[in-house]
């Protein structure tokens, strides 16, 4: 069945290679208006997952993740409407020059292909990948975790059937119908038929998907994010970023997982940080250091940093300069999203220059790392390896370039 399944989401996906970009865009407007006439059979499968999780014990961060409500729907189908104001990458050329014998040198962007995503408790990905896989040209083949199974079942029968309406193949856009371990075991091996494999979701699936895969996998593993206060920093700024990059949603890769505070600052905006926390319930785990302008705060040894809590829970540390902050973040940090706070522009460039990071942020909250909030209508993943795309990955990402040579004739001594 696997096996087969691939073949068919190949074939398909040469059907949408070949596609112009202003039927792409009709299709995918057809699909966001899709999602709002069927919302109440979305949050119908949905309402099932959920009473499935809550039986089945999911934490609090798993069951925002699979919660749908108006909102999020409303959400994903605004994310397909950015992506109809996007230009389609694929067919896009760019001249590299002349060469002195005269040939003509020339990129073009192309499909990658078939692209597999296996993800968890997400059902958005359903909608925010059938997308961007379209416009870009490239079949996607959806392997659900069995907690989202009935969601993202219920979101790509919606888009599905506009496929249908267009005579296109609803291959396009793929549903494994079953969650075994051992059906995804067979699917990531087939390399004849998918060319990339996105995995979102706890760093034990990345793992595991990267183990055992035949196919490139981009990875993206968990969301340690830090906020840094330099001794610059503007105090009500600081405590706003940290604030929303903490509270906002805690149960996503974006939310902030630690906060280092430069020793000269640490006696002002640490007391102002501990009543912030104090009042949204974030528990703090802190260096034995930092724990002393905490009430109840969990001292922790120098190795225990570098959690990803996905909860109301914070690590917090002093560091003598930012070169402290550096090593800091070298040793702890997910190559996701890092932040600093601080009026200082030479120390602000330096920071997004030095820290190795897929986003680096100046006085910005680190919910910004974010497809959609960075403009690329939505995102397949974040990819915190450097091959081929690092960072929030859009339509540019599931593309890759050949070589166009033009010549008149000429042959090589």
Known sequence: MIKELAKNAAQAAKVLAVLDEKTKNIVLQDMADALR????????????????AEKDGLGAAMIDRLTLNAERVESMALGIETIVALPDPAGQERVIGERPNGLKISKMRIPLGVVCMIYEARPN????????????????????????????????????????????????????????????????????????????????????????????????????????????????????????GKTHRTGVCNALEGLIVHKDIADEFLPLAAAALQSKQVKVNASAKAATYFDNATVIQDDEFGVEYLDLEIAVGIVDDIDA?????????????????????????????????????????????????????????????????????????????????????????
């Not at 069927?38 to 499935?52: F, H, T, W």
């Not at 199974?149 to 296109?168: F, M, P, R």
């Not at 793929?174 to 075991?185: G, K, Q």
Request: glycine share 8%.
């Open 325 to 413: 902050a550096f090593d800091h973040i070298s040793r702890f940090g997910s190559h996701h999203t890092e932040v600093i706070c601080t009026t200082n522009e030479i120390t602000a460039k330096r920071f997004q220059r030095s820290v190795d990071a897929s986003v680096v942020m100046v006085n910005a909250s680190s919910r910004f790392s974010d497809g959609s909030e960075l403009g690329l209508g939505a995102e397949i993943g974040i990819a915190t390896s450097k091959l081929h795309a690092y960072g929030p990955m859009g339509l540019e990402s599931l593309t890759a370039e050949k070589y166009l040579v033009s010549g008149t004739g000429q042959i090589r001594a």
């Open 37 to 52: 006439a069927n919302a109440e059979e979305i949050y119908a499968a949905n309402a099932i997952d959920l009473a499935q």
């Open 125 to 244: 990905v359903t909608a925010d990948a059938g997308a961007l896989c379209f416009k870009s040209g490239n079949g996607v083949i959806l392997r659900g975790g069995k907690e989202a199974l009935g969601s993202s079942k219920a979101i790509a029968g919606v888009l599905q059937d506009v496929l249908k309406k267009h005579n296109l193949p609803v291959e396009l856009i793929t549903v494994v119908p079953n969650p075994d371990r051992e059906l995804m075991m067979e699917l990531m091996q087939q390399s004849d038929y998918i060319d990339v494999i996105i995995p979102r979701g706890g760093e034990g699936l990345i793992r595991y998907v990267t183990d055992n895969s035949k196919i490139p996998v981009i990875q993206h593993f968990k969301g340690v994010c830090h906020l840094y206060i330099d001794k610059d920093a503007d105090l009500q700024t600081a405590i706003d970023i940290l604030v929303n």
